[in-house]
Nanobody
């Protein structure tokens, strides 16, 4: 059974950096071509609105390709550390609007993958518990 444990959140001032980690257990080589990995975030007080997801896709990686939300591109980087079976999210130049709970997520169904819908949280079947990131101005 695959499990994800998120860590690395904290409080920083605007312009600062944090590196989040997602420790993966119950899975083999996280660089293989089967699984796709992503980071989502949920802003404080965000309520579900109809069918609109409250989880905002930040970045994902699958088969060597990476995908980023426009507002974080150039500031955030997703990476896979295979020996350590850890997924990282390096966040630089943080802004107050990046304040949220960040979640690592994994998906394993190749037929569900559409690269132009990488941010669809319904494709990801395993989630970490989340780690809080707070950015002050």
């Amino acid at each position: 059974q695959v499990q994800l444990v998120d860590a690395g959140g904290g409080s920083v001032q605007a312009g600062g950096s944090l590196r989040l980690s997602c420790e993966v257990s119950g899975y083999g080589d996280i660089r293989d071509s089967t699984a796709y990995w992503a980071w989502f975030r949920q802003a404080p007080g965000k309520a579900r609105e109809g069918i609109r997801s409250t989880y905002e896709g930040i970045t994902a990686t699958y088969r060597g390709e990476t995908y980023y939300k426009a507002s974080v591109k150039g500031r955030f980087t997703i990476s896979l550390d295979s020996p350590k079976t850890t997924v990282y999210l390096q966040m630089n130049d943080l802004k107050p609007e990046d304040t949220a709970i960040y979640y690592c997520a994994a998906g394993f169904s190749a037929r569900d993958w559409l690269d132009y819908m990488w941010y669809d949280d319904r494709k990801y079947s395993v989630w970490g518990q989340g780690t809080q990131v707070t950015v002050s101005s």
